[in-house]
């Protein structure tokens, strides 16, 4: 089974910085994409960054040049740091990552942490 661990959440006022870590930890045979998803009340999940096993990141536009995605494969963690936050980031963020096991399995599976708060607020 493989397990994602969120940390890092919290309250912050709008301009601040916070960073969060998910580790995955398991039976992990190799993770090709991690990622952060988010979840504000009333509204879908939505992706905030993507970073590949090769480094390549994808960032939701609402988030470009505040945001950073960057991963320590050698740990199997993933980190989001995130600047000049606004209230409208506020939001459930999720830690995702696809996985595979063993050698055998074919396809990478999605697996999703239980998700840590942020809240932005004056």
């Known amino acids: 089974q493989v397990q994602l661990k969120e940390s890092g959440g919290g309250s912050v006022q709008p301009g601040g910085s916070l960073r969060l870590s998910c580790a995955a930890s398991?039976?992990?045979?190799?993770?090709?994409?991690m990622g952060w998803y988010r979840q504000a009340p009333g509204k879908q999940r939505e992706l905030a960054a993507t970073i590949t096993s090769g480094g390549q990141t994808n960032y939701a536009d609402s988030v470009k040049d505040r945001f950073t995605i960057s991963r320590d494969k050698a740990t199997n963690t993933v980190y989001l740091q995130m600047n000049w936050l606004k209230p409208e980031d506020t939001a459930v963020y999720y830690c995702n990552a696809g996985v595979r096991t063993t050698s055998l399995q074919r396809l990478y599976r999605d697996y999703w942490g239980q998700g840590t708060q942020v809240t932005v607020s004056s």
């Open positions: 398991g039976i992990i045979f190799s993770i090709n994409r």
